[in-house]
T-cell receptor, first 110, second 111 residues
Framework: KAGVTQTPRYLIKTRGQQVTLSCSPI?????VSWYQQTPGQGLQFLFE???????NKGNFPGRFSGRQFSNSRSEMNVSTLELGDSALYLC?????????FGPGTRLTVL | QKEVEQDPGPLSVPEGAIVSLNCTYS??????FMWYRQYSRKGPELLMY????GNKEDGRFTAQVDKSSKYISLFIRDSQPSDSATYLC???????????FGTGTRLTIIP
């Protein structure tokens, strides 16, 4: 099976812009989680979707949002970008209590 | 105080050495414990998963859990240059959908 794929792999944006990141889970996996990874804070949970419904949410501001489609693909949106949003954004699909991570999208905010 | 604490390193050891990586946690609700390995420019991959106190072995890797001390360890025997990566401990909650990670320890094995 193909692994979790994320697009784009790299992105450069300026402050105030918005961005949308995409994640395609492993075929058959219905749960998708998103994480932000930074050198200072490490990996932090953003939110999790299952069957198009957000089941869990981390402690991030409302500028961070997501959605999941009927084919389990998920998107994450960040509005009004701030410099501190520069990070590696990882998504993971889960099956049988194991999360499988994609390679991430490296977002740089200038 | 973070729920999961991990020494960020970096840690450099010679090839063949035994490596010890450690995490402490404060949330007694954590019942399952995971170790992930992350190579540069890659996502984390699950190395080991355990839910009971004691040791679990998988090849050169041994995971150790002490719930009374809220302390977990990962040991790597006969370390290889290919083991050079960042190692992250993680603890699931919300039915495993949410993982709380340590900050990761960057490990370099010197040939």
């Amino acid at each position: 099976k193909a692994g979790v794929t994320q697009t784009p792999r790299y992105l450069i944006k300026t402050r105030g812009q918005q961005v949308t990141l995409s994640c395609s889970p492993i075929s058959g996996h219905r749960s998708v989680s998103w994480y932000q990874q930074t050198p200072g804070q490490g990996l932090q949970f953003l939110f999790e979707y299952f069957s198009e419904t957000q089941r869990n949410k981390g402690n991030f501001p409302g500028r961070f949002s997501g959605r999941q489609f009927s084919n389990s693909r998920s998107e994450m949106n960040v509005s009004t970008l701030e410099l501190g949003d520069s990070a590696l954004y990882l998504c993971a699909s889960m099956y049988s209590n194991t999360q499988y991570f994609g390679p991430g999208t490296r977002l740089t905010v200038l | 105080q973070k729920e999961v604490e991990q020494d960020p390193g970096p840690l450099s050891v010679p090839e063949g050495a035994i490596v010890s990586l450690n995490c402490t946690y404060s949330n007694s609700a954590f019942q399952y414990f995971m170790w992930y390995r992350q190579y540069s420019r890659k996502g984390p991959e699950l190395l080991m998963y355990t839910y009971s106190s004691g040791n679990k072995e998988d090849g050169r890797f041994t995971a150790q859990v002490d719930k009374s001390s809220k302390y977990i360890s990962l040991f790597i025997r006969d370390s290889q240059p290919s083991d050079s990566a960042t190692y992250l401990c993680a603890m699931p909650s919300f039915g495993n959908e949410k993982l709380t990670f340590g900050t990761g320890t960057r490990l370099t094995i010197i040939p």
